[in-house]
């Protein structure tokens, strides 16, 4: 059977590499993110399956004109944009600047999950699948990052005590450190990326296939009875018993 996926962020990195997942099983797959460019560059690599739907998931009114092109029945929603909003914002300097700072990060990473999932709420198929982002950053910190990661993951539990009468279900998937993907703009040095894979058991980085197959795993007949959790997948740098 078809599906039909929704993937925030689905333009490059682990977004596209989630889409790509669902399109390799025969799944629809519809990507969102603010710039054309790279969601048309994904949707011709992906092919006739993949459909760009240009949007700002933390914009109500984009995200609400974004939905209405949606088919009437979603099977997957992938909460999957975001990203480290201190990398494009300066240090602050008081505290309206640190105010700013602490809600561009929830705004990426909280907000626009909890409106897109609304958005969709009721298009979302009985038996179908949430997953959203996390990051290690939530049991690792990382400033307000890592809040933001935190609370998606709290929010999770109450959106699956919701969904679960309708069978479907809504998990956290959380990455370590993940290469190829823009999340570290260009700040990532050598020496750090090191201290990265050394944290690992696995002696590597992540790919966005890593995160894609966990991702894809989730939404399968197989994950039914999954639901309410954050799962790491971070070659074990951090480790739950
Ligand atoms: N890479 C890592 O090491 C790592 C580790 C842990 C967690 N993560 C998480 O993984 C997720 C994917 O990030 P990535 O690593 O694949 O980095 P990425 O390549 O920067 O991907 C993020 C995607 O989200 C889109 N996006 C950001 N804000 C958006 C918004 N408001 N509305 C719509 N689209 C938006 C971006 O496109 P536009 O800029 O065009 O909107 C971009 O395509 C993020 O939630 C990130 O926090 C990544």
Known sequence: MTRTALVTGGGTGIGRAVAARFTAAGDRVYLTGRREKPLREATTALGELAHALPCDNTDPDRLAAAVAELP???????????????????????????????????????????????????????????????????????????????????????????????????????????EETEFFRDRLTGDRVGRLVDATLTGRAGTPADIAETVFFLASPGARHLTGQAINVNGGAHTSR
């Open 72 to 178: 009437d029945t979603i099977d997957v929603l992938v909460n999957n944009a975001g990203g480290n909003t201190d990398f494009d914002l300066p240090e602050p300097d008081g505290l309206a600047a640190l105010a700013r700072r602490w809600q561009a990060n929830v705004n990426a990473n909280l907000i626009s999950a909890v409106l897109t999932t609304h958005a969709v709420g009721d298009r979302l198929a009985t038996g179908g699948a949430v997953v959203h982002i996390g990051s290690i950053a939530a049991d690792q910190g990382a400033g307000s990052y890592g809040a933001a990661k935190a609370a998606l993951a709290a929010w999770n539990v109450d959106l699956a005590k919701q969904l679960g009468a309708r069978g479907i279900t809504s998990n956290v998937v959380s990455p370590g450190y993940v």
